[in-house]
């Protein structure tokens, strides 16, 4: 009797997690801020900066659903991904507040309604992921878009790509199409063309930590494909006869922000820490992408190392759930050429400095819950929130926001 009680016991412990309500969550939440410990507190041998005196913060659209993605066109026009499919172009100029209605009914530029909706165990949305612009746009006006799809029972992460003709998306075509073998958890899911033409997708470890070791699924993985879809001869698993062809790096847990800077050419990634269920808690990363590398986890994480697997740039614990990453290439902050911004779903959008490749240190710019990130033409940059947003204004962030919390703003100068 006393052993069933003792074993009861033992896994009730460690296998069982308590249901956490969304208040209990707010709550958590907010003490959390208060103790800070949502900031780089393990930023390590690291330098913290001052925020630079001339930034304005400017509340420019407001009301939206979930904000995914914020991309630029290179004619100046500004789209945004929601969640659910509907991309949204803003008005020109976007300087004054735009507030929307939900349902959208104005400046909707393209639904699609292929996309699979889901709310998660954990509460979180899946649907649209990312999406990216062709560097050749003003000549062929492709975009291409990472979306959840759901068909005869099969989750699945599809790649398309649509042509933009300047009042919608139209002529999608399927370019991949990556089946979801585990949860919709730790998904990854963001899209780049880099400077040599190739396309370049995150995928997460989809909650199966194992996976992202083993070079026969490509979860925990990043991948690289050509614009067709084709998978690059020159791929380092291309020949590896026990490996996916595909695959570009390994050993990744949920990489969520993908930016390749524009002068050197080296690729980045953001990943996501473990939140507790992994057994470890923390250890968000900063990555420079390595062809073939292998980025150790569930092996190595935080400040742990082994021979043959590459350590993170920075890491820092707590996780703040970071989202999307941009390496700014503006001309309203000359001072922050190459540098990284990163926006964080639980914690302040960072401004993480650079210097020769490294990291020299790191401010942030007063806005927190961000989900997006866009430089805009005149080199301000852009921020879409997961909540309401902004330090100082009084507001209280919600982790579980309703649409009307969702919106962006501009960072510019005085």
Same mark, same amino acid.
């Given at each position: 009797m006393q052993i069933s009680f003792l074993l009861m016991l033992f896994f009730s412990v460690f296998f069982v997690s308590p249901l956490v309500t969304r208040d209990q969550r707010d709550q958590r939440d907010q003490r959390d801020r208060k103790e800070n410990r949502y900031g780089m507190q393990e930023l390590i041998c690291q330098t913290r900066y001052t925020r630079d005196a001339n930034i304005v913060v400017t509340l420019v659209v407001e009301n939206l659903h979930p904000v995914c993605d914020i991309e630029t066109l290179p004619d100046g026009r500004v789209l945004v991904l929601c969640l659910g499919g509907v991309v949204l172009q803003l008005p020109i100029p976007i300087d004054n507040r735009v507030t929307y209605s939900y349902p959208y009914r104005e400046n909707v530029y393209y639904t699609d309604k292929d996309v699979y909706f889901e709310r998660s165990s954990k509460g979180i949305l899946e649907g649209v992921f990312d999406m990216t612009v062709d560097p050749d746009f003003l000549k062929n006006k492709y975009v291409y878009v990472l979306y959840s799809?759901?068909?005869?029972?099969?989750?699945? *992460?599809?790649?398309?790509?649509?042509?933009?003709?300047?009042?919608?998306?139209?002529?999608?075509?399927?370019?991949? !199409? +990556? &089946?979801?073998?585990?949860?919709?958890?730790?998904?990854?899911?963001?899209?780049?063309?880099?400077?040599?033409g190739k396309i370049y997708i995150t995928l997460g470890d989809q909650e199966n930590p194992d996976k992202a070791q083993n070079l026969h699924t490509l979860a925990g993985k990043t991948i690289r494909l050509n614009k067709d879809g084709t998978v690059p001869i020159n791929n380092p698993f291309r020949y590896k006869a026990d490996a996916r062809t595909e695959i570009y790096t390994f050993g990744h847990r949920n990489p969520v922000g993908l930016a390749m800077h524009p002068i050197t050419k080296q690729l980045y990634i953001f990943e996501a820490g473990a939140s507790g269920y992994d057994r470890v808690e923390g250890g968000d990363e900063l990555n420079l992408l390595i062809?073939?590398?292998?980025?150790?986890?569930?092996? *190595?994480y935080q400040d742990k190392?082994?021979?043959?697997?590459?350590?993170?740039?920075?890491?820092?614990?707590?996780? !703040? +759930? &970071?989202?999307?990453?941009?390496?700014?290439?503006?001309?309203?902050?000359?001072?922050?050429?190459?540098?990284l911004f990163v926006a964080n779903n639980r914690g302040p959008v960072y401004h993480v400095k650079m210097q020769d490749?490294?990291?020299?240190?790191?401010?942030?710019?007063?806005?927190?819950?961000?989900?997006?990130?866009?430089?805009?033409?005149?080199?301000?940059?852009?921020?879409?929130?997961?909540?309401?947003?902004?330090?100082?204004?009084?507001?209280?962030?919600?982790?579980?926001?309703?649409?009307?919390?969702?919106?962006?703003?501009?960072?510019?100068?005085?």
């Open positions: 799809k759901k068909e005869r029972k099969q989750i699945s *992460i599809q790649l398309s790509r649509f042509t933009d003709i300047g009042v919608t998306w139209t002529d999608e075509v399927f370019l991949y !199409n +990556i &089946p979801i073998s585990g949860k919709m958890e730790n998904l990854g899911a963001r899209v780049l063309i880099g400077y040599d062809k073939g590398h292998n980025y150790g986890w569930p092996i *190595i190392k082994r021979k043959g697997m590459e350590v993170p740039l920075v890491q820092f614990t707590p996780s !703040n +759930i &970071p989202g999307d990453m941009i390496i700014y290439d503006g001309t309203m902050f000359p001072q922050w050429q190459g540098d490749g490294k990291v020299i240190g790191y401010t942030d710019l007063g806005i927190i819950m961000g989900s997006a990130l866009a430089v805009d033409v005149d080199g301000s940059i852009l921020v879409g929130t997961t909540g309401r947003g902004l330090v100082g204004w009084g507001w209280e962030p919600s982790y579980w926001a309703d649409h009307t919390e969702y919106k962006i703003f501009r960072i510019s100068t005085n």
